[in-house]
């Protein structure tokens, strides 16, 4: 009967070892945790290195798109400088154009100032015409890769060259209306030339018709008065000569000759075009000034 009592405390107390072992000593808990903390803390280490790694990526494309705005900022110098050149050219093409008709000299104050482009605009407006000229696909934002270089390089001679291809058509235009408008303005001043031309011929045929008729007139009185003399002296008394009164001549001066009236249309004329130059000037004063 005692052995089997033994028995049941010896069960007991090995139960009451095996729930000590089990059971975890604060220390032991809060290790535990503190490996848990450590491990969650890793996890966003980890996670704030690839956001770091991700915004250093980022910030060096910004600082490669704003070195290549500075070399475009920088090339606006020599697109400012190749405008000016286009300017001194357009001048030039003007002052050849002038030598090559003798007629310009008197009626170049014709031409309007607004015919002539001007480069001296604001240095705004030349860079917004800059980037307006360039293709859509190099506004886009840059791309990640090795030939951008190339490709920004490859851009900036794009735009350059289709700057000066607009300028060159500019001129071209520019020369072509002044070209038109100077024949159109020798055209006319031939044709009044030949006008005035035939009214001188047709004037000097009539004075010289007038002429004529006035000799001819003068010898047929002097006839007349010496066939009357004659049975005068042959003694016929009571006979006195009627005298004998010219045909009125039909004056020139009753109506106003032709070469008045076309002085007149040319003179209308000139007028007409100075007010229009005039009205040209005061709509566009900042054309007019740089003339």
Not at 16 to 40: D, R
Not at 106 to 127: A, C, I, N, R
Request: charged share 30%; proline share 5%; hydrophobic share 35%.
């Amino acid at each position: 009967m005692f052995p089997h009592r033994h028995f049941v405390y010896d069960h007991v107390f090995a139960e009451k070892i095996t729930s000590l072992e089990n059971q975890q000593s604060p220390e032991e808990e809060e290790n535990k945790h503190l490996k848990k903390t450590v491990t969650m803390l890793q996890a966003q280490l980890s996670l704030e290195r690839k956001k770091r790694v991700s915004v250093e990526a980022e910030y060096k494309v910004v600082l490669k798109e704003n070195s290549e705005l500075e070399q475009q900022l920088g090339a606006t110098g020599a697109f400012r400088a190749r405008a000016l050149e286009l300017e001194a050219e357009v001048a030039e093409m003007r002052q050849m154009l002038q030598a090559e008709h003798p007629f310009v000299n008197g009626v170049e104050k014709l031409v309007s100032d607004s015919l002539f482009v001007t480069f001296k605009e604001p240095s705004q407006s030349l860079l917004e015409e800059l980037f307006l000229a360039a293709p859509e696909a190099q506004r886009k934002p840059l791309k990640r890769s090795s030939s951008e270089t190339v490709l920004s390089s490859m851009a900036g001679g794009d735009i350059v060259k289709g700057h000066e291809e607009t300028c060159i058509r500019r001129a071209k235009a520019v020369k072509q209306r002044g070209i038109s408008l100077l024949h159109e303005v020798d055209t006319q001043y031939s044709a009044l030339k030949v006008k005035y031309e035939e009214l001188l011929k047709k004037c000097q045929q009539e004075q010289d018709s007038l002429s004529h008729k006035a000799v001819q007139t003068s010898r047929l009185l002097a006839r007349d008065l010496t066939g009357l003399v004659t049975p005068c002296e042959a003694g016929a008394s009571g006979w006195e000569p009627t005298p004998v009164t010219p045909e009125p001549t039909t004056s020139p001066t009753t109506t106003p000759p032709e070469y008045k009236a076309l002085f007149k249309e040319i003179f209308s004329c000139i007028k007409k075009t100075k007010q229009e130059i005039d009205e040209q000037r005061t709509k566009y004063p900042s054309l007019s000034s740089y003339s």
